[in-house]
């Protein structure tokens, strides 16, 4: 995650460096009888005492604003106990929660995307949020939403919306009640079909859109403020990478593609992964790929980076017109 990062008794005392959880081992005493590695065990050890007081003195001697704030990421209090399949929208929330705190007067007035200041950009969060909680039928304080469209909806919401604090607390809480509801939830929601936002889709992949969403647009707050936040988790940004391989297919029809064969997304880094996306009527004719980071991917999706120049390695015709239509499912709208 980078920056300063408070390293548990069970990391410095467990079995292993890379993270492992040392099968539980932590508190029983060494029984090493070789002493190269005992030698190991203690470097280890040392080695981490050292890095958690360099960043003790980091904390007194002048850290930056982006270290705090990744320091206060990493000590953020747990997301909203959900299921597994929620999961990553609950991270994204809390995510969120960690760097409004952080913006400045200036910040707060800034202009993010859109012409939206922070607060708006929130306010439009909530309101594509709502959609899907009204779909769920999670009780929530006043009326409805009056159109499932989400641009119409979000223009509702800003034009009712309340200054910075206000519209803030009334995401913090409306988040927050979608979250209990999907916790006590039967398990078999995560895969119950509903339409919000105009898309019918199972649940899972409803809040994993509404992750991305809250993820990309944290991003833009933050770089309209100057922050660097940390990329989701592995697992969560596999999640997403995942979500939207699965809509490559219908954001090349969208961009005007009549090309027809598989493309090979490789996409690598933490949450990366191999998927054949399919294209036109015979995906057999041809055969191409693109290899990328995988976050560079989501943010390619997201419009926020250019298909001409992201970085990418593109073998085939085929494989650069998909690239290149990738954002198109965002372009459809905000």
């Not at 391989?245 to 009549?258: D, E, H, I, K």
Request: net charge neutral; charged share 20%.
């Amino acid at each position: 995650m980078g920056g300063l990062r408070i390293y548990s008794e069970r990391v410095l005392g467990g079995a292993g460096w890379d993270g492992g959880d040392g099968g539980g081992q932590v508190d029983r005493p060494a029984r090493h009888t070789d002493l190269t590695r005992c030698a190991m065990s203690l470097y280890k050890r040392r080695r981490g005492e050292r890095l958690v007081q360099r960043r003790c003195l980091a904390r007194m001697t002048g850290v930056t604003r982006d270290e705090v704030l990744r320091a206060a990421v990493a000590r953020r209090r747990p997301a909203h106990a959900v299921p597994g399949f929620a999961a990553a929208y609950a991270a994204r929330v809390a995510a969120l929660e960690v760097l409004l705190p952080e913006l400045s007067g200036a910040a707060r007035a800034a202009t993010v995307i859109h012409g939206w200041k922070p607060y708006q950009v929130v306010g439009h969060l909530m309101a594509s949020d709502r959609l899907l909680a009204a779909a769920l039928g999670v009780p929530l304080p006043g009326a409805g939403p009056s159109s499932d469209d989400p641009e119409a909806y979000t223009d509702e919401v800003l034009a009712a919306a309340g200054g910075h604090d206000e519209v803030l607390a009334e995401w913090r809480a409306q988040a927050a009640a979608l979250c209990a509801f999907l916790a006590a939830a039967d398990p078999g929601l995560a895969d119950t079909k509903v339409t919000a936002g105009g898309l019918r889709l199972r649940v899972r992949d409803h809040l994993t859109n509404r992750a991305f969403e809250t993820w990309v647009h944290t991003t833009d707050i933050a770089l309209a403020a100057g922050i660097t936040m940390p990329d989701p988790v592995a697992h969560h940004v596999h999640a997403m990478t995942d979500r939207g391989c699965r809509s490559l297919p219908f954001a090349y029809l969208v961009g005007g593609g009549t090309g027809t064969g598989t493309v090979e997304m490789r996409l690598s880094g933490p949450g990366g992964g191999t998927w054949q996306v399919r294209l036109g009527d015979d995906p057999g004719s041809q055969r191409s790929a693109i290899a990328m980071d995988a976050v560079e991917f989501c943010f390619l999706f997201a419009d926020r980076r250019d298909p001409r120049t992201v970085a990418a390695w593109v073998d085939g015709p085929l494989a650069r017109e998909l690239l290149e239509a990738a954002p198109q499912l965002v372009r459809l709208g905000r």
